[in-house]
């Protein structure tokens, strides 16, 4: 087997052997680390065939330091990439898109107004489930009180406390 020095020689000289030799010393490496995460045979060797065009391609000006970690990282990159383009087809690639913009046709003519409206629901929401964590009492008790005066004078404190605390 070749040394690591002498196959980046290779590469650096643009000679093809450097490929073969590649292969050769770490195939089996590079194979393993993709076939750990994506564990499709077909995709493990076309990750390895893309680690080689890779490091065919980056090699000259990048001198690695350490030829086996370089091939390492490269084949891991590549492979989760792989995972994460498989799982977005799953997911439907783009689909979704287009299911979006069908939605958006339903929607009304004023979108920005309701997306104010709803997160100022959701702001007000969250103050009021904070200050009834904070209450003594139990919270139905301030949110509907008793009949009469008493619930429009706690709605009222209720309000006051909830604007103090935005």
Known sequence: ????????????????????????????????????????????????????????????????????????KITRNLSLKRIEKDYAAKR?????????????????DKPEEEAEQIVEDMVIREVLERFLTKCRKKPAVYLYGVIGIAVRSKRSRLRSICLRQM
């Open 1 to 72: 087997m070749m040394q690591d020095e002498m196959i980046i020689e290779l590469y650096f000289r643009r000679d093809e052997r450097a490929l073969m030799e590649t292969s050769d010393k770490y195939g089996h490496y590079c194979r393993t680390i993709a076939r750990s995460i994506l564990r499709d045979e077909g995709n493990v060797e076309e990750c390895f065939n893309d680690t080689l065009f890779c490091s065919w391609k980056t090699i000259p000006p990048t001198r690695p330091n350490c030829f086996k970690l370089f091939l390492a």
């Open 92 to 108: 439907g690639g783009g689909e979704a898109v287009a299911s979006i913009d069908e939605l958006s046709e339903c929607m009304s």
